[in-house]
């Protein structure tokens, strides 16, 4: 009796694991803001979730003006590269990019007061319409993604070119926009719904585990820091950063947030795919030449003209989607907010360094990390100066001199500064004179 128990208990749990296995997996996600790089990150995560969870389908819910080409075009080569289905639920607006977007999937639903359309390429901030060659790409690509997808190419292009004329469809001087209905009529639409669990009803998708795809604390974070602006702000810690600590060393603070602030710079656009190596590279050594001119090379010269060229190129470069250097479809609108987040951050991080160090010293939090009280002779204290017999002697820097630092003198430490000059750890000096316990050097020349 026991042994026929067991068996029926093996069985039934070979039913359940059989039928969980069986059991459909539909993976929702959404495009309800602008086609952007935090978009095409969002997606490329949501498809990899998908891959990952073993989705069967995969349903977009789609509210959308559209937003920029370049961005658009990965989103729909991901879409079309993914193996299983991916149906489109435009729950209000599908235009311009995300017609595209929405052409790219196997199938359409549409809500009954939806539209899709209007996909010609304007400029950002004018709203005017994009010069001819975006026009011809985005053709091009609305008809190749219509022609895979067995939609009427021509309609697609219609959508994007208002001189095309299409019979009982189309006229000239107007882009096509279909509202549910006429999505319909032209295969530009399966069927008017009212919600996702009515398409999957409509396929015959029953029983089935439904997973909305969320993005994590952290990728809400990179996706926080991919706008121009804040973009901006970042640059101007970075510089800030740099420059309180040199005027005030061994603080520590300053260092850190200025490190912190490029690691939040580059990270989001190095994940989004917007920032290539080469470009990583070229902001470290534009960084690395300013060092170099400032610390080490005398006067301000080639160096320092270099490093400023590409450390500011290589900001702006990084927050766009170019392809080594190719503009070709790269919105000026998008140009000009990588430019004025980078020299805004960089004109922002002068007037701080100009009219914010001097409040920086007398706030409370600097008084706190830096050693600002004056120990005078009225309140007892007293200093022993160092007397004339240094005057002449010689020695090595001990640390390195940047004007300031420490010497060896007869085999004693002793605070000393230059003149201006740098002088380099070991090289031979000659005291000057003293101030206080301070010794004024020169360098020995060979």
Known sequence: MRRISVAIFLLMTSISVYCQKVKPVVMVMEIKAEIDARMTRYVTLALENAKKIEADYVIIEMDTYGGVLTDAKDIVDKIMAFKKPIWVFVNSDAASAGALISIACDSIYMSPAASIGAATVVEGGTGNAAPDKYQSYMRS????????????????????????????????????????????????????????????????????????????????????????????????????GIYFELQAPGIGFPALAAVVALVLYLVPYYLSGLAAYWEIIALFLGIGLLMAEIFIIPGFGVAGVAGIVLTVSSLVLIMLNNDNFNFEYVPLHNLLMAS?????????????LLFGSAKLSNSKAFRRMALTDTQSSSKGYSVNT??????????????????SGKVEIEHQIYDAFTQGDFIEKGEAIEVISTEGVTLKVKRIQA
């Open 141 to 240: 690509i609305m008809r190749a993604t219509a022609e895979e997808n067995g939609r009427n190419p021509r309609i697609a292009e219609g959508m994007v070119d208002e001189k095309i004329v299409i019979d009982s469809i189309k006229q000239a001087g107007k882009v096509i926009t279909f509202t549910t209905a006429e999505a319909i009529a032209n295969n530009y639409c399966e069927a008017k719904v009212e919600s996702i669990e009515e398409i999957l009803k409509r396929n015959n998708v029953m029983n089935y585990q439904r997973i909305d795809f969320e993005l994590s604390n952290v990728e809400k974070i990179v996706a926080f820091f991919l706008n121009p602006f804040i973009s901006g702000v970042l640059i101007l810690i970075i510089i800030g």
């Open 386 to 403: 160092q007397e004339n017999s240094f005057l002449g002697k010689r020695g090595i820097a001990h640390t390195i001199l940047r004007p």
């Open 340 to 352: 004025l987040a980078t020299l805004g951050g960089l004109s922002g991080g002068v007037l701080l």
